[in-house]
């Protein structure tokens, strides 16, 4: 069975949208690390969903804000 919302996928949170948009950046079983906007969080699976083609889109944009700034693998 493919893991949903491996490594790299878009997301949001189902349950709120004060999270904002982000990438999964690791796997732990049933937990996702996300790099959101503002901070990093382990996540359960089942509380993520697609990020739309905006949110998508909106995570793209500041991932190569922060390379451009800061450089290394955001």
């Known amino acids: 069975m493919q893991t949903p919302y491996g490594p790299g ?3 949001a949170h189902t349950g709120t949208d ?4 982000g990438k999964v950046i690791g796997v732990d079983g049933t937990h996702r690390r996300v790099r959101f906007v503002h901070f990093v969080a382990t996540v359960r ?3 993520l969903r ?4 905006r949110e998508t889109g ?3 944009d ?4 922060k ?8």
């Open 9 to 11: 996928t878009f997301v």
């Open 45 to 47: 699976a089942d509380d």
């Open 50 to 53: 697609p990020a739309s083609s």
């Open 62 to 65: 500041w991932l190569r804000a």
């Open 67 to 74: 390379r451009r700034r800061y450089g290394g693998d955001w």
């Open 58 to 60: 909106e995570i793209q």
């Open 18 to 21: 004060v999270y904002g948009p």
